[in-house]
């Protein structure tokens, strides 16, 4: 009887506040698993059928609280545990010096650790196109030591919002500077970089990567999505990978819609990664 109350008064609220309550939800994973392990008892079977039913409720498709023409979301809580960067010392050390210079949380940043460990044998550097204050450049880099990675950003927020990004208006993330980037990477004994200050590939592209063997973009609008691949297409050699961030993150529509679009390129195998990540591989030219 408890858990069904419990459960009803978790559905209310998620209906009313469904992108808050998510929000909040991810922030408990983050900075608080040991309520969350307190209320799922993960690891044990005793209350395995409330977990699903709080989880079915949660990510209810029929309660989405936005629905367009291509898009549609509503929370996503996959119930695997496997946590594979707890047991990885380096990157948590890395992780733990620069959790307070990104904005992109512990499992994107692990994935971009794992795929900058692999690419050793793929011709070409590494290219972050928005950096802000360095966190997950600092963690490709660190992982990557082999390569030189290329840092750009305008240090004056987004640029190239549009109509397909209704949450931005420009501007946005300014709140950075290129000597905290610097001042970071010092920090953690990095010299694989060079940044480039101003819009890329506008300003900044000639001064970038020859060949690219990973591309992060993390941009958050489409108009500047689609400028940076566009610009480096020719440059992405074979085998090479690009990541963007904030694909399926409810505000970031534009690269959503971008990533989509980019599906359709027969040269990538497209895969979405459920933490935010959309990647794509190329596999021919």
Known sequence: MLKRILAKFIYFVIVKY?????????????????????????????HAGWRRELTEIISNPKNPWQITETTMHYGILPQQTLSPWLLDKEFMRTYAQIRGSTCIDRYRCYELWALAKQINGIEGDILEVGVWKGGSGSVIAKAQPNKKIFLADTFAGVVKSGPNDPCYKNNEHADTTESEVISLMKQLDIENYEILSGIYPDETGRNGPKKISLLHCDVDVYGSSKDIIDYCLPMLSLGS?????????????????????????????????????????????
């Open 241 to 285: 990978i690009i990541v963007f961030d904030d694909y399926g993150f409810f505000g970031c529509e534009g690269v959503t819609k971008y990533c989509d679009e980019l599906r359709s390129n027969k040269s990538f195998h497209f895969i979405h990664n459920l933490n935010g990540h959309a990647i794509f591989i190329k596999i021919q030219d």
């Open 18 to 46: 469904p992108h808050k309550t998510y929000n909040f939800y991810c922030y408990l994973v983050e900075n608080h698993k040991e309520l969350i392990l307190k209320v799922f008892e993960i690891g044990t079977n005793q």
